[in-house]
């Protein structure tokens, strides 16, 4: 909408100046007539000539030249007589003089999509392909940013996705941020870049960047075992999931008592799943249900349909007109769709919430805990609940309403997305993607984070790295074993240790760089989702769930388990801890210090230091063993860890940074 407001605006501001900008006048005064431009006999010239029915002739050369505006830098005797000319920087087009960079910017301009809505920067086309010139005068639309590195509007919140009593939010940078319940680990997201995000009632699920499918929380119906393959649009019901394959076919998992994880043989655009039963827009834009039909809430009409929502047992849809329908079970009023036109539509379990055509939104149905009652103002998406509803507005932020019982409308206020914790230093990513770094002396210049954007940073000794939003590496400090002589290309994942880096390239190669005396660069030519480095060796694990490492073997640290159902591996000085999908912990190597006792129970991350390691629980508290003080550790719940020499840093649900240890480091 706003590259069609600012097209229309350029088209104005030429018509303005199409009638009352430079050219000669047959009377020497500024005709009000309806008049039309005609050209001289001369196609490339750059005066046009106005003619009227008076067909008088000019008498005045200052009155010709007192049309011509601003713009203009001169008025000459040409061959057809005096007429304007534009100054350097202007063009002629429809008879005046315009900036020739707007004229650029204006000629072409390009969407970059983000979740389901295309915000749209101005452009030109030059020889290197498309870019967006410094001194184009354009903006994204309202409510957009415009991001340097990836020269796109992007929006801090993509994707919402609300449960049973909890909420997930999609950033752009591909991390999630979970609020709400978490009795079964369903707001303790793993540490994967994710795509999409799909809430349902106790547990969550996700797409990550390399398009399949993996799921976090309770599994009572085997709701968190997702096939493999590469999927799109997941949904997720109340303890079911579904998502479109490659095919656009819909794959369901999880409870299917009522037929509801067994969908017919479509394609599909879009999918929505209930508590029972299942639905979908197909590519001929028909509804299609599959699940329970008690309620009769698959019984929507016949029609051309661009959305559906599937509630706890009613359905509704709108269809091409903008017309909101609802079907099934109405005891609360929640298919009691009031009049209008709406261009998006959610279910909760006995309400329903919609977004007008003048990004408006109404909710009707239940409003026991208060979830119909939308505040005021534009929106651009919403996901309902099962009690509570949560949107992104034009201004980028996250707001909730409904039930709160467990915190499930209240996103977290903190600002740090990612911590790396080193010898005797630690970096975070903050809210805005800008790197800070404290604690240290910075006799390397280790803290001295250039004024970038990133999406992850790492530690060594005397130097960091980070993952630049555009996917690739900048690194500073010291440089006396080229740890800081980053290679080129676009990475997923990094990590640094000692006096090396490693970093997983988007095609999943691992490269390395950096001191080599114990070959911890030389990384096998095998495919990997994630890298960690320790003092003198490397591991990593491969697409298959396997582990890989390279590097000393002194004290057994590269000495790998059999099996591949590893999903988290972090090297320590001289031992390497690997998280399993069982959620339980394996480690080997050196065990001066109990730092590779293998711990019971259950756990969603781990951070293995120089003698110590750390870990999350499935409850979001932490576990530690080896040398550290056990006593200092703070009470969670938490969502990532980094554990440094002797101490441990930990990012908690809100967002907030918790460091612990001997060596405790604080921002100044």
Known sequence: MGNYLKIFF??????????????K??????????????????????????????????????????????????????????????????????????????????????????????PVAITYSSDNGWSTPDDCDWSCEFGWQYDDLSKKCLLESVAISAGGSHTAVLKVDGTLSCFGSNNYGESLPPLKSFKEIAAGRNHTCGIIIDHSITCFGDNSEGQKYAPAGNFSNIECGAYHCCALDSDKKAVCFGDDTYDQSSPPDNTFKKLSLGERFSCGVTDTKEIKCWGSDAQNQQQLPVDNYVDVAAGGFHACGINESGTLICKGFNDYGQCDVPPGIYKKVTAGEFHTCAIKDDDTIICFGSNAYNQIDAP????????????????????RV?????????????????TVLEVAAGISYICEVESDNHVTCFGGDNL????????????????????????????????????????????????????????????????????????????????????????????????GITIEGALKCFGSNLKGQST????????????????????????????????????????????INIGAGDYHMCAIKKDGELYCQGNIDTTSIPQGPFISISSGHNYTCAIKQNGTLNCFGEQTRTKK
């Not at 996901?383 to 949560?390: L, P, S």
């Open 560 to 603: 790998l388990p059999q099996g591949t159902d590893f999903v988290e591996v972090s090297s320590g000085a001289a031992y390497t801890c690997a998280l399993k999908t069982d959620g339980t912990i394996t480690c080997f190597g050196d065990n001066s210090s109990g730092q590779s006792d293998e711990p019971y129970g259950e756990f």
């Open 25 to 118: 006048v047959s009377n020497g005064t500024v005709d009000t007539d309806s008049d039309t431009f005609d050209k001289g006999s001369d196609e490339t010239d750059s005066q046009y000539i106005e003619s009227d029915s008076d067909s008088d002739t000019a008498t005045s050369t200052d009155n010709i030249c007192s049309q011509c505006d601003e713009s203009v830098e001169d008025c000459v005797d040409g061959s057809d007589g005096f007429e304007c000319v534009c100054k350097p920087d202007f063009i002629r087009e429809s008879g005046v003089c315009i900036n020739s960079k707007d004229v650029d910017c204006a000629l072409v301009y390009e969407s970059h999509s983000i979740s389901h809505i295309a």
């Open 376 to 395: 005021a103002g534009r929106y651009f998406d919403i996901n309902a609940g099962d009690y509570h509803n949560c949107m992104v507005g034009f201004d």
């Open 398 to 414: 996250v707001t909730c309403f409904g039930n709160n019982t467990n915190g499930e409308s209240e996103p977290p206020s903190g």
């Open 444 to 539: 390397h210049g280790e803290m001295d984070v250039p004024n970038d954007k990133f999406t992850s940073v790492a530690n060594g000794i005397i130097h960091s790295c980070g993952l630049l939003q555009d996917g690739t590496i900048k690194c500073w400090g010291g440089n006396y074993d080229g740890q800081t002589d980053s290679p080129t290309g676009n990475f997923t994942q990094i990590d640094a240790d000692n006096y090396h880096s490693c970093a997983v390239r988007d095609d999943g190669k691992v490269l390395c760089w950096g001191r080599n005396t114990d070959t911890q660069t030389d990384a096998p030519d095998d495919t990997f989702r994630q890298i960690s480095t320790g003092y003198y060796h490397s591991c």
């Open 10 to 23: 350029g088209l104005f501001f030429v018509f303005s100046f199409y009638i009352s900008g430079c050219s």
